[in-house]
């Protein structure tokens, strides 16, 4: 059964119903779906619900860099720099159309907190912890070299910069492709599906979930030898309903980004840039627009719908416009934005910027594992240290045996004939030699393959089968293997965790939004009550990413 048709869902639910899984995961997010990738390719029945959609949480807000994340070496956060650094290459091996090399512009402000002695040490001992090849190591650029490398910078202020290695992705499609590779492996993965309670033997001990299947409200049992929490912002909630929240806890911070067309913000490139708080921002240029990110403030709010109120985009702008102060950008540039929330450990007197990256793995004395903060960038290996847990477990209590970590050679769905960039390069030119003859452009072909990577070819092949090869049908191909292949359920799943549309090209949305509505209909057979919440639903995402309102927020439930 290919459990990510969206036609297939009640029988996948009936399958979880009756399996006896060795490990039942809470959380659809970078960190769950890469567990559930380890767990199953060493051998184990696996189980993931998510409660929303698949990277509803915070693997689909964040900057959508795969780094080793320079500023933690300030913060002498060497372990973490060197694992997540190194962790960079394997991930691109992984899946190279969709973690993409990116060179970074680092400028040195004149009277800023680091000269060019500094940076180029600094950049040095990060290129060496992550384990850089030499011909990609960092270079220091001379100002006259800054200026052309981006000319947009500040003139007066810019003295130079240092240039160095990073990788950009989409973090929900590799969410996704994460997830889709473990289906491979058996692993049975679903979303809107939520964990309400737990099972609990005579001693005490979990021994499996309550779930209430959100679309119908029923509510089903799923049994399993281990428990895996990797629930992120609301890893605490799920401690709390297991009486096991003691000790550390999450301290969440609300992180914003904006987006820019980029022919208003046309930076050349990738920039890391110095606010006036001393804190650093990046701008990333992504084909039709740029964006600029992040905030880090302490956040109390709604966990399922953090929202970008006016304040942050005018700090996003202001240290924008002060770097770059040719754009002049103000709030009605924004054109879309999104936030997302750090489930962060609490440290008693740091603050949000201040407070360690590092994932931690809570065991309860009822057995559950919980897992949390980390980086999208160190899923794996937060992976492989939460599943050896697991398999100590398994073996010791159930004489079962598992394998070693797999991970590291798993080539993740979208990439399995495509070996590294270059391969994907060669690709996306056959692409672009099917689609351009059209009157599409190169960025359309390139958007699919960087989206989709082999899967583009399925794509293409019922695209092109159609009478009309306009964007519209395009789209409508797209959607087509969103409900085959990637278990797409709502309007949202489709135009934000599958095609990014919602931040990289909302004109699209608004533009088809109407005939994908529809296209909904038709698939799931909605009666006019579905069809009216969930186009209420999309209408107020958009509204949602697109305007940004003063001071505190309303409370507001998500789907
Ligand atoms: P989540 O993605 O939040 O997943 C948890 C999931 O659990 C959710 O989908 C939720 O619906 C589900 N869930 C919760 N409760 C239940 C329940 N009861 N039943 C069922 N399901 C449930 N890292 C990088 O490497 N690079 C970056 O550039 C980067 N930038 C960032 C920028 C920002 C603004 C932020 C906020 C973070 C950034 N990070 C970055 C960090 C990275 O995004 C996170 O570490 C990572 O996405 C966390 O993933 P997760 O799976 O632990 O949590």
Redesign the pocket.
């Given at each position: 059964m290919n459990i990510f048709d969206s036609k297939n869902r009640s029988a996948l639910l009936a399958s979880m119903a009756e399996t006896h899984y060795d490990l039942v995961i809470?959380?659809?997010?970078?960190?769950?779906a890469g567990t559930a990738l380890d767990a199953a390719s060493r051998g184990m029945k696996v189980c993931l619900?998510?409660?929303?959609d698949f990277?509803?949480?915070?693997?689909s807000?964040?900057?959508?860099?795969?780094?080793g994340g320079l500023r933690y070496l300030k913060q002498l956060e060497i372990a973490l720099v060197r694992e997540v650094g190194r962790e960079r290459a394997t991930v691109h091996r992984l899946a190279p159309h969709l973690v993409v090399a990116e060179k970074m512009l680092l400028p040195l402000i004149k009277g800023g907190t680091y000269g060019r002695f500094s940076t180029s040490l600094g950049l040095m001992v990060y290129d060496v912890l992550a384990g850089v090849e030499s011909a990609d190591q960092r270079v220091m650029l001379s100002k006259e070299e800054t200026q052309q490398r981006e000319p947009l910078l500040r003139e007066d202020i810019v003295e130079g910069s240092g240039l160095y290695a990073e990788y950009r992705t989409d973090?929900a499609r590799l969410t996704l492709e994460v997830l889709k590779t473990a289906a491979t492996f058996d692993a049975h993965c679903i979303n809107y599906v939520?964990?309400t309670d737990f099972l609990y033997n005579k001693k005490n001990k979990v021994v499996g979930v309550v779930c209430e299947e959100l679309l119908t409200g029923k509510s089903l049992n799923i049994k399993a030898r281990q428990v895996v929490s990797?629930?992120?912002?609301?890893v605490d909630e799920?401690r709390e309903q297991n009486k096991s929240l003691e000790g550390k806890r999450l301290h969440l911070t609300k992180?914003v980004h904006i987006v820019l067309p980029h022919d208003r913000f046309p930076v050349k490139q990738s920039v890391y840039y110095d606010m006036p708080d001393g804190r650093m921002v990046f701008a990333i240029p992504r084909g039709t627009i740029t964006y600029v990110?992040?905030t880090d403030t302490d956040y109390h709010g709604n966990k399922e719908r953090p929202r970008t109120n006016l304040e942050d985009v005018e700090y996003l702008l202001d240290g924008a416009n002060r770097i770059f102060p040719s754009v002049n950008l103000t709030v009605e540039d924004v054109i879309s934005s999104w936030a997302?929330?750090?489930?962060l450990i609490h440290e008693d007197g740091k603050s949000a910027s201040e407070l360690s990256r590092k994932d931690e793995i809570f065991v309860s004395d009822t057995k559950l594992i919980s897992i949390?903060g980390?980086?999208?960038?160190g899923y794996r290996k937060m992976a492989e240290r939460v599943v050896d847990r697991v398999a100590k477990r398994l073996k010791k209590k159930f004489d079962l045996e598992f394998g070693p970590v797999r991970t590291s050679k798993i080539d993740l769905c979208g990439a399995t004939t495509l070996a590294n960039a270059e391969a994907v390069k060669a690709y996306q030119k056959r692409i672009e030699a099917k689609l351009l003859p059209l009157g599409f452009s190169v960025h359309d072909a390139s958007y699919l393959v960087h989206n989709y990577g082999e899967q583009t070819d399925p794509i293409l092949a019922h695209f092109l089968a159609k009478e009309n090869k306009t964007p519209l049908e395009l789209l409508r191909s797209e959607l087509w293997f969103g409900f085959s292949q990637e278990m797409v359920i709502s309007p949202m799943d489709f135009f934000s965790r599958r095609t990014g549309r919602l931040y990289f090209d909302i004109a699209s949305v608004r533009e088809h939004k109407d005939v994908i509505l529809e296209d909904f209909r038709t698939h799931f057979g909605w009666d006019d009550a579905r069809f009216a919440q969930d186009k209420a639903y999309l209408e107020q995402a958009i509204e949602e990413a697109s305007t940004f309102p003063a001071g505190r927020l309303p409370e507001a439930k998500g789907l």
């Open positions: 809470i959380g659809g997010g970078a960190t769950g619900v998510d409660k929303q990277a509803a949480g915070t693997s807000r964040s900057t959508k860099l795969i780094h973090d939520e964990v990797a629930a992120g912002p609301w799920l992180g990110g992040t997302g929330l750090r489930p949390a980390g980086k999208l960038t």
